[in-house]
């Protein structure tokens, strides 16, 4: 039966196998009993029958039909066998079967031809009284095209449904990549900056102070550093695989310090103050500020060579904010604020996406980006909180 599946899948409906092969037994014991009653028949009444069983061993040979000819053929079938009526007459009943499974693989069009026509058959003999029972009849396809036409309608709503999923499932998946690829952005740029800072120094001590172990520390510094960048990296890209359930620890607000110390041993004047506890700051705060300041050092290192950085993390409870100030010193400038997901826009937008505020730009011959990430606190603490940042 693969291929009915597949054929009805074609046609755009992915209803159960086992519906269309109970609906063709429905219909085949319809029309046995429907022979039973005429037995032994009429010219017309095996004339319907030979057409309604055609056209079912043609469906299950080749899976699928045209929409409009299938009630067609039962309502010339069933109107065959009705010339020869019977009392109860199970004929009617194969015909409200045929109108339900016509509202259900047919455009509502079509449908309601199917059901005019099958209402039409059954009233013309009802109200010239030919037709027992007549009025159950016309009842019973009203009942039988309204079952299908919600059957339908479920078929389409399940359709929509899972064309959403995809499309959510799909975003989703494009989201994820992105954040991955800004975290190993900040991880390697990170990484890169105090290393080559390391191996500057390293240089400098060998060719102006021709001191070998400050150089060799230094160059220590630098290889635990690319071994840190490296098992960072691994972690990082491990998120794009599904299969382990526990994700890798991310690193969060108790880890600006660390940070701060790396730029501190590379050589960097770096002056840091924390200023609360840590404990009720959230994960993705925690994680967000802490690629921020990364950033920043950074875009420091990269920009502005030789400059004295002064960089606060204050917690209160109106929230968390982060300041990071720097000198500009001879020859060097500011980063440009560029859209692709890293540098000052990606700190932006990483700061927006946690409903924080977040500002850079010159500010007394120096540079300074500032990062708040407000609590549920009043309006009048978060303006002390934002008086701290200036």
Not at 66 to 88: A, D, H, K, M, N
Not at 111 to 125: D, E, K, Q, R, Y
Not at 205 to 222: I, K, T
Not at 358 to 378: H, K, L, Q, T, Y
């Amino acid at each position: 039966m693969e291929h009915v599946k597949h054929r009805m899948a074609e046609q755009g409906y992915d209803y159960p196998v086992w519906i269309a092969l109970f609906c063709n037994f429905a219909l085949f014991v319809g029309m046995g009993a429907s022979l039973a009653q005429r037995w032994p028949g009429t010219a017309g009444t095996w004339a319907g029958l030979a057409i309604m069983l055609a056209t079912e061993i043609y469906f299950l040979a080749v899976g699928w039909i045209p929409r409009w000819s299938f009630g067609l053929v039962y309502i010339v079938g069933t109107g065959l066998l009705l010339t020869q009526p019977e009392t109860p007459d199970f004929a009617p009943f194969t015909l409200i079967l045929a109108v339900a499974i016509s509202a259900a693989t047919s455009n509502l069009i079509e449908s309601l031809i199917i059901w005019a026509g099958a209402m039409a058959l059954v009233a013309v003999p009802t109200f010239q009284g030919n037709l027992d029972n007549g009025f159950m009849y016309l009842l019973g396809i009203e009942f039988g095209w309204s079952a299908g036409f919600m059957l339908l309608f479920q078929q389409r709503q399940l359709q929509q449904e899972r064309k959403q999923q995809q499309a959510r499932a799909i975003e989703v998946a494009t989201d994820e990549r992105r954040r991955i690829a800004r975290e190993v952005h900040d991880v390697v740029a990170h990484s890169l900056s105090v290393t080559m800072l390391h191996v500057t120094g390293a240089r400098r001590a060998l060719e102006v102070d021709r001191d070998v172990d400050d150089a060799v520390e230094s160059l220590r510094e630098a290889e635990r550093l690319g071994r840190q960048a490296m098992s960072d990296i691994r972690k990082t890209v491990g998120l794009l695989d599904k299969s382990e359930g526990v994700a890798p620890p991310e690193p969060g607000i108790e880890d600006v310090p660390t940070l701060m110390k790396d730029f501190e041993r590379a050589g960097f004047p770096v002056r840091f103050e924390l200023d609360g506890s840590t404990e009720g700051v959230s994960p993705a705060t925690g994680l967000g500020l802490y690629r921020i300041a990364q950033e920043s050092m950074t875009n420091v290192a990269k920009h502005a060579p030789g400059a004295v950085v002064d960089a606060r993390v204050q917690v209160s409870e109106a929230g968390v904010a982060l300041l990071v100030r720097n000198t500009l010193p001879n020859g060097s400038h500011v980063a440009p604020d560029r859209d692709g997901g890293t540098g000052l826009a990606g700190m932006r937008r990483r700061t927006q996406a946690l409903g924080g505020e977040f500002e850079a730009g010159p500010a007394d011959e120096g540079w300074v980006v500032r990062a708040i990430f407000p609590s549920n606190a009043d309006e009048q603490a978060l303006c002390r909180l934002r008086r701290w940042m200036q």
